[in-house]
Every structure is written in C-alpha cells, then in structure tokens.
C-alpha cells in the first residue's frame, strides 16, 4: 500500500510539472506574439547582464591563469634540464663543483615553491570565487521560470474577472433548458450551484496568483540584493589576485637573481683558472647586409664585434699616426723624395718596435686576468717602398699594392664607390688617393679577379667593410 501510494504521488507529481511546462510554454507564446503583456523589470535585467559579463571576465581569467601555471612548470622543467646539464659537463676536479650543485637544487626548490603558491594564493582562490556564479546562475533561471507563472495566473484571474458576465449568460442557458425537463423546485438549486462553481474557479485563480506573486518576489528580492553586491566584489577581487600574482613573482625573481649571480661567481672563478685555454668560436655568415653611415662599417654576419679583443688588427694599413716620428714627416704623395720617405719609415718603424716591446713586457707581468691582446704590425710601405728597400709593387699588381684579403662573408654593396663581395673573393689591398677620405673600418681594393681580367684600376677599385675580411697576405 504503501508503495502504492508513493507512486500515486510521484506520478501526481509529473503530472504538476508536465501541466506546469505547458502552461509556461503556453504563456510564453502568448507573449511573443503580443495577445499577453509580460512583467519586465530593467533594472534586475541590468544586473544579469552585468551577472554574465561578470562569469564570462572571471571565466576567461581562470582560463589563462591554468595556461600561466602550465608555462611556469613547463619553464620549471626546461631550467631543471639545463642545471642538470650544467652538473654532468662539470667536470670534479674543477672548482666551484659543490656550489653548483647546491645551486642547481634551490633553483628547483624555488621554481616549485613558486608554482605551488601561485596555485594556492591565486588559483584557488580563483575557483572560490567561481564557485558561487553556478547557484546564482540556477536561481536566475529558476526566477524566470516563476516569472512566467506569475503572469501566467495573472491572467488567468484577469480573464475570470472579465469573463463574469459572460460566465452568467452561460449559467442562464443550461437552466433555461432544464426547465422543460426538471421540475421548478430543482431550478434553483441548479442555478445555485452553476454560480458557486464559477465562484470557486475565481478564488481558486486568486489564490494561486497570490501564491506565485509571493514566490516570485521572494526570490526576486534575494536576488535583487546579491547581484549588485557580487558585481562590485569583482573589483577587490581582481585587485587581490593580481596583487599576489605580481608580489610571488617579484620575489620570485629576487632569489632566482641570487642564485644566477652565485652561479656567475663560481664560473668567472673557473675562467680564471682556465683562462689560459680559451678558444674562439666562430658563427657560420649569413646574406645579412650591414647597414652603412657615414662608412661606418657593421659588424660581419657572424656578430663579432669590431673592436673586440680577441681580433688581430692586421687587415688595415697604418694610421697616418704611426708613421710619423719626431723630426721626420711621412710624404702625402709619390711625388716626394725618397730618401725623407725612408727616414719617416725607419723612425715609425722604431717607435712600433718600441710600442710591441712594452705590450709584452705588460703581458708577462700577469697584471691583469684578461687574455692577451696580440696585435701584429706590418713594415711601413712608402710609395710602394718596404722599409729595408724591398719592393713590394710587383708588376702584376696595381700601383700602391699592400695586401691581400679574402672575403670571409658575403657583402652586399650599398653605394657606387663600394664593392660587392661574395664568400671566398680575393681582394687586393690599395691606399686611398686621399688618407683623409677613408672610414675607419674601411679599406680601398680591387677585386683580384677583376684586375687580372681588365687591369683597369678606376673603374675596379671600391671600398668595402674590412671586417667582413680576412689577410691572407
């Protein structure tokens, strides 16, 4: 019995919800098509719509904070990689092994200590702040929902109340017949009870409106409260979780810096100890071309720098500078005497020997930590004279000939007077007609090719940038 009368009210209870849903849909359509006015209040419609934009921002960070975290662990692994790296390449025996070691293990210790605050002060936090927009949302929809129920049974009284008269006329009919099949005395009690019926469907109508205005209000008030208070928490909220955010990685980084200069110290200490076994490492070019002002030449393709130490400073003829000497002058042209031409060489050529025999007694003396600086000088070349009266103008070579080159990259030429290098071309190195038009940086050639083939020096010759070269003569 008794579970026969469980499913008597179970089912009792799908047929309120079905009958429910039908009157819904029903209102809902008389609505849309205008044969029913709807209740509309902006001002909480406002608020949903402020509710949406609210789930959809605090959605959306949610999202990107998870893509935040999975990046920082994605960097924590990449660094415990390279520290890992770094402590099989070290070799014991040399210095600084331990402290390696002990920094490679607080690099870990501080990414995950990182990781793992930015998931409690941020991440879960964001999820407690989520966590209430689902109920909310459920009891919008479920205010909607009663909503219609509301103007439902308000029309259904509406149109009792109307319909009065009419209901009367419809009353009167059926007794009007009755009149030829039942005797007088049962008339009136037919009339009666046609006039109470009609009155129950009204009170009934009453009283469900009252129900449902009364439902409808209550949540309609809660709502009315809550939905203002949680749009303007949006505020302190993104304040706190930005303010974490950026407090974690501001310490963060303090200590990830310590730890980086800890980890410089024990390597410069290494370097010190091996700085005698450096060795150049040397990029491949690319067709990068370097931009000219001025003729100021850009570093080759393979970035080195210009003035870097480790160059040698062979591939340029002699400043003006270091061929000039107390009490003798270096001729500007070929058109000058010889014998004075000789005398300027032979000072310059003391005063260098002077120079590179003071650089090496200042490199054996160990003074300073950094790699010598080895600087080869080339004998002064006076209209095409070597000191010691060697000449080194060959007929085969145009007039002024100092030195060859190779082109260690392409060049890319960018002006008329320059010349267009690839990989690999033989330049033969000429003086500027004019010393004081040459760039530093910058030498005059022709192109040994071009020589060979139209010994034509005017139309040859340019300038290119001497970095981009290499002497191989």
């Not at 025999?357 to 095409?384: C, H, I, Q, R």
């Not at 004019?434 to 530093?440: A, I």
Request: aromatic share 6%.
């Amino acid at each position: 019995m008794a579970e026969l009368g469980s499913k008597g009210v179970t089912a009792g209870k799908i047929a309120s919800n079905v009958q429910k849903k039908l009157t819904r849909a029903q209102e809902k359509v008389l609505q849309k098509l205008g044969k029913a006015d709807e209740t509309k209040d902006e001002q909480f419609e406002q608020c949903v719509q402020n509710f949406n934009k609210q789930l959809s921002e605090g959605t959306r960070l949610q999202k990107d904070l998870r893509t935040y975290l999975a990046s920082v662990k994605a960097m924590h692994e990449a660094s415990k990689k390279l520290t890992e790296c770094l402590q099989e390449v070290y070799e014991p025996d040399w210095p600084g092994r331990d402290d390696t070691n002990k920094i490679a293990e607080n690099n870990d210790l501080l990414w995950t200590d990182f990781h793992q605050k930015l998931v409690d002060q941020a991440l879960l936090t964001m999820d407690t702040y989520l966590g209430q927009f689902p109920d909310i949302k459920s009891r919008i929809a479920k205010r909607g929902r009663k909503l219609v129920d509301y103007d439902s049974a308000r029309h259904h009284f509406e149109a009792l109340q109307t319909a009065k008269k009419k209901d009367e006329t419809k009353i009167a009919k059926p007794v009007s017949l009755l009149e030829k099949a039942a005797p007088q005395w049962c008339q009136g009690k037919l009339q009666a009870h046609l006039v109470a019926q009609t009155n129950l469907l009204r009170n009934q109508a009453e009283e469900e409106l009252v129900k449902a205005q009364k439902v409808f209000e209550e949540m309609n008030v809660d709502l009315q409260e809550e939905l203002p208070s949680l749009w303007n928490s949006r505020v302190g909220f993104y304040v706190n979780t930005f303010q974490s955010i950026a407090g974690l990685e501001e310490n963060f980084h303090k200590e990830m810096s310590k730890l980086n200069q800890n980890l410089h110290d024990v390597l410069l200490g290494l370097d010190k100890q091996y700085s005698g076994n450096a060795f150049p490492v040397k990029a491949q070019p690319s067709d990068s071309t370097p931009a000219k002002a001025n003729k100021s030449p850009s570093p080759p393709p393979d970035g080195t720098p210009i003035t870097s130490p480790e160059n040698k400073t062979v591939n340029h003829e002699l400043e003006p500078s270091t061929l000039e000497a107390p009490g003798a002058s270096i001729p500007k042209s070929p058109s000058q005497p010889a014998e004075a031409a000789r005398a300027g060489a032979e000072a310059a050529g003391s005063e260098a020997a002077a120079g590179a025999e003071a650089s090496k007694t200042e490199a054996d003396s160990g003074s300073s930590s950094l790699p010598a600086v080895v600087v080869e000088t080339f004998p002064a070349t006076v209209n095409g004279t070597v000191e010691g009266g060697a000449s080194s103008e060959r007929a085969d070579m145009p007039p002024g000939f100092l030195f060859k080159v190779q082109a260690m990259h392409d060049y890319t030429a960018t002006d008329t007077d320059e010349l267009q290098l690839k990989a690999g071309d033989v330049v033969l190195v000429i003086p500027f007609e004019n010393p004081e038009e040459q760039d530093e940086g910058w030498l005059m050639g022709v192109k040994e090719s071009d020589w060979i083939q139209h010994k034509e020096l005017d139309q040859c010759r340019g300038v290119f940038p001497e970095n981009f070269t290499e002497r191989v003569q």
